[in-house]
């Protein structure tokens, strides 16, 4: 078998301390949606929507129940109630 030549190695004389001064850490953030954004992504998505149970904070309540309908401006409520789309400050996933 051949020998093959020697790597050059750079001899450094100096104590290196580098990581130990210097720390870098990626912070995981949360970024909040927009009520209409979360209703698009629901509404879009391949699995049914009436199946999904859902925490609906409006102007002037807090919901707890499931969408069976909806159209451009309006959802339509398993409570039967209509709720404009624009009234709609809040959506969570229960």
């Not at 580098?18 to 979360?38: F, G, L, P, Q």
């Amino acid at each position: 078998m051949k020998k093959l030549p020697n790597i050059y190695k750079y001899n450094i004389e100096r104590s290196v301390n580098n990581n130990k001064r210097v720390c870098h850490i990626k912070e995981k953030r949360e970024v909040k949606k927009d009520s209409k954004t979360t209703l698009e992504e629901l509404l879009a998505s391949k699995e049914p929507f009436y199946d999904k149970r859902l925490i609906i904070e409006t102007k002037d309540k807090l919901l707890e129940t499931y969408i069976i309908a909806y159209n451009k401006n309006e959802i339509v409520t398993l409570n039967n109630e209509t709720i404009n789309i624009d009234d709609i400050t809040n959506i969570t996933f229960k």
